[in-house]
């Protein structure tokens, strides 16, 4: 996944696409909640507004981070948004924009600084200045290259960043017990023979070239997925023996070693690494760590993405999408877009795990986030404003154009809220990391509400 996202050799989001094909919208691969409509990205923004508030509402030192911002239409509209509420713009003292696509980072520039406006590099990243108050923006390609201080309050946005992090498979095999011998520790001693005892363990599930002349009836593309791609290059086959990442990834929490038990043999399971180290760092900068110890806890992160909502940890759930449907994540590697669900349990235990200072909240399904942050006021509102503003051109003209947009900003809402089945209300999930209050205070959009 890291190869065909991010490769400096030319990965999905680096370079792999031919010119003029884009990843995002209608033309492109897939549409975003931010691209849909403004309406989202300025509930986010209003979310860390109600936190700034909730937290005392400093005066410097707040930074607003992005991790894999995309087009950076989200940051625009937040920020737009926040502008409304002056005493909070001013406190922000920058803005990070955690992008590994150099293209992207362009285009991010284009949209929060302008097409002319000068983009740096030093040895932190790019930088540039922003249309909105001037203010700093930097770039860079991991979140390690943003500097932590003890006095900073981050506002943190993942919005489907984590789905794009590389995952483990694995599968709980059974292993008999005439398998188990094990090579004796020491050179002299006869191999052992002792344990004996038929065992379960973990292999991991990888990724190996298809056979010359396969098809996708030879490999049995699933019928879920479009044929409309050449056959895959690579198929996943379980390895025969533990790998380095099947002896550690499974035994790291409790929620996978209760699978032994739970499912036994035949059990899968998802593990995503670098989701655990974002979700540590996130933590560590709101809530102190021993590294970088914090006296006061502040700042939030606020993490949008599709997946279990209900602690279950995700499995086989590796997609590849082209075209805005669903074809084999093996077909075309760099030239598809790569993504598998974000196991919010695993982010949760993370940031708990690597700072004392945090709390949790969630994950809610989308709609109901977005339904506590109040759409239906912001879109009855924007409605209001489209129908009063002056019309140019026939009034007949005007006042059909009129109705098309209200109709457009209504059904990207409901679109945004859909609790059916595949709607994005339902699958994508929002999670909240914040300073710990012992459960005191919860977060607007997560039950809580502003107290002023
Ligand atoms: N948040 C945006 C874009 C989502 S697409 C939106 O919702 O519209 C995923 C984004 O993450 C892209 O900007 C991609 O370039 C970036 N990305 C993917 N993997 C990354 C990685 N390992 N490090 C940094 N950025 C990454």
Redo the contacts with the bound molecule.
Sequence with gaps: M?MC??SDLGGY?TGALEEGRD??GLKGDFV????ISQVFGELCGIWYVAEWIAQGRQSKGVELI??????G??MDDMLRTIQRFPAMASSIDAVYM????PE?RVAQKNLLCGEDAPMTESKAGYHSVCKYNALPIVWT??IKSIPIAPEKMPFIMA???FD??PIHAFELVYVPATQTATPSPTDTAAPSTKTSHPTLQWREMLVSPTPPGSTHESLHTPASQSRDTPPPDFQLTLAKAPTRHSLYLPELSPRYRALKTTVGAGALLEICP?ASLYAADFAARIGGSPQHPKPKPSGAALILDYGPGDGTVPTNSLRGIRRHRRVSPFAEPGLTDLSADVDFAALAESATRASEGVEVHGPVSQADFLEWMGIRARVDMLVRAIKEAPGGGGAAAAAIDKDKRVEDVRKAQARLVDRGPGGMGKVYKALAIVPENEGRRRPVGFGGDVVV
Excluded at 66 to 71: A, K
Excluded at 98 to 101: N, P
Aim: hydrophobic share 30%.
């Design positions: 890291r996202l991010t989001y990843q995002f975003t909640s931010p691209e992005e991790v894999g911002p995309g087009r239409t989200l955690v992008e590994a696509s992207l390609e991991t919005h489907e960043f794009a992090l670098d």
